[in-house]
């Protein structure tokens, strides 16, 4: 079970970057691929299944945010790069497009530090 689903985990992290890669391209040039409903829809439930993957993977390794401290950083990483998400595809300008499209690049390499090493970096741990 595990494996199952840690590798649809996987799946999504992999599915939410691209989606979020090939939305911020099409925002920069304005494209009207933007106003598609499949690409208004498709970021939210991939999104979502990532979050319930995130969970389920918490309580089979009975390993909870607010508990262990490189999971509450794992956490906290995870609102950063959401709000770095939506500069990315909602800044007012392509500048700020891009420091929110870098910025959460870097906060996904974090988590992916987080998930390999399982110490925190800030926190301690």
């Given at each position: 079970?595990?494996?199952?689903v840690?590798?649809?985990?996987?799946?999504c992290?992999?599915?939410?970057l691209s989606l979020l890669?090939?939305?911020?391209?099409w925002?920069?040039?304005q494209?009207?691929?933007?106003?598609?409903k499949?690409?208004?829809?498709?970021p939210h439930?991939?999104d979502?299944?990532?979050?319930?993957s995130?969970?389920?993977l918490c309580v089979?390794?009975?390993?909870?945010?607010?508990?262990q401290?490189?999971?509450?950083?794992k956490f906290?990483a995870?609102?950063?790069y959401?709000?770095m998400?939506f500069?990315c595809l909602?800044?007012?300008?392509?500048?700020?497009r891009?420091i929110?499209?870098?910025g959460?690049?870097s906060?996904?390499?974090l988590?992916?530090?987080?998930?390999?090493?399982?110490?925190a970096?800030f926190l301690?741990?």
């Amino acid at each position: 079970m595990y494996f199952f689903v840690k590798h649809f985990h996987l799946t999504c992290v992999a599915l939410s970057l691209s989606l979020l890669f090939i939305r911020f391209f099409w925002t920069l040039r304005q494209s009207e691929q933007l106003n598609k409903k499949w690409v208004k829809v498709l970021p939210h439930v991939v999104d979502t299944f990532l979050l319930l993957s995130a969970a389920t993977l918490c309580v089979l390794i009975s390993q909870y945010p607010f508990v262990q401290p490189w999971l509450t950083e794992k956490f906290i990483a995870v609102i950063a790069y959401i709000i770095m998400g939506f500069v990315c595809l909602k800044g007012r300008t392509p500048f700020l497009r891009w420091i929110g499209l870098i910025g959460a690049v870097s906060w996904i390499a974090l988590i992916g530090k987080l998930a390999v090493t399982k110490q925190a970096v800030f926190l301690g741990g």
